[in-house]
């Protein structure tokens, strides 16, 4: 199989936290889809799917509704990329993932990220968790 065979999910924040800024989230995540391009994978990255629609006066749920509408038809890995513990929308799509038995790649984890993984795990059971991190 070729890594392109594989499409992967970018889950992260999108909107802005204690932490962040929307933009600084989008930055974020697409360099992270980058990472993936790179590695030869085919890559969603809701982020930039949905970059500035803000103003189109849509629910937010509707936008979350259709990310998991996608990770559920075309993807196989879903990626975590730091801080998602933060994000509803992004604790929503690892639920999905582990129930729809995906591959959950953790990248760069934070205390907080490794703490909901765990509690999801025990929830939803799921696929082996394969931890990333560049420390």
Not at 68 to 81: G, H
Request: proline letters at 4%.
């Amino acid at each position: 199989m070729k890594r392109t065979d594989q499409v992967v999910f970018i889950s992260g924040m999108y909107a802005r936290s204690s932490i962040s800024t929307t933009p600084y989230n989008i930055l974020e995540a697409t360099r992270y889809a980058k990472i993936f391009w790179l590695l030869g994978y085919t890559v969603f990255c809701p982020h930039m799917n949905t970059n500035s629609f803000e103003d189109l006066g849509i629910e937010n749920s509707h936008f979350y509704d259709g990310d998991i509408e996608i990770l559920q038809r075309a993807c196989d890995i879903i990626v975590m990329i730091p801080n998602f513990s933060l994000s509803t929308g992004a604790k929503n799509e690892l639920f999905a993932s582990m129930e729809l038995k995906k591959t959950v790649w953790l990248i760069e984890p934070t205390e907080e990220d490794i703490e909901f993984t765990r509690k999801a795990f025990k929830v939803c059971g799921g696929p082996v968790i394969f931890e990333v991190s560049n420390k």
